[in-house]
């Protein structure tokens, strides 16, 4: 499976961006897909997760109520709906597909994306 990361740029605080990840590849059908995102100097960290088969989705406390995850099964595609953005959300963004149920950590995770740059400019 091929994971593509794809939407990041340069924003102004307040604004938004929509990241997309695209599946290509075998058979697509992982547990979850999730977003992680890495600042630098810092360690990647969990930033929003979807089943695949729908009905849930979780996200980190610093992006809840800004941030939407989303799927479209048929295109193999998720995506990440980031409004209100701050500057530090600025950071490097995974996509990344799992087939376990342990949801919040990048170790769990079997197949990353290249990664999209967001910076937040203030």
């Known amino acids: 499976v091929q994971l593509q990361a794809s939407g990041g740029g340069l924003v102004q605080a307040g604004g938004s961006l929509r990241l997309s990840c695209a599946a290509s590849?075998?058979?697509?059908?992982?547990?979850?897909v999730g977003w992680f995102r890495q600042a630098p100097g810092k360690e990647r960290e969990f930033v929003a997760v979807?089943?695949?088969?729908?009905?849930?989705?979780h996200y980190a406390d610093s992006v809840k109520g800004r941030f939407t995850i989303s799927s479209d099964n048929a295109k193999n595609m998720v995506y990440l709906q980031m409004n209100s953005l701050k500057p530090e959300d600025t950071a490097v963004y995974y996509c990344?597909?799992?087939?376990?149920?342990?949801?919040?950590?990048?170790?769990?995770?079997?197949?990353w994306g290249q990664g999209t740059q967001v910076t937040v400019s203030s």
């Open positions: 590849g075998r058979t697509f059908s992982p547990y979850a």
């Open positions: 990344a597909a799992t087939i376990n149920t342990y949801l919040y950590t990048s170790s769990m995770y079997n197949d």
């Open positions: 979807t089943r695949w088969s729908g009905g849930i989705t």
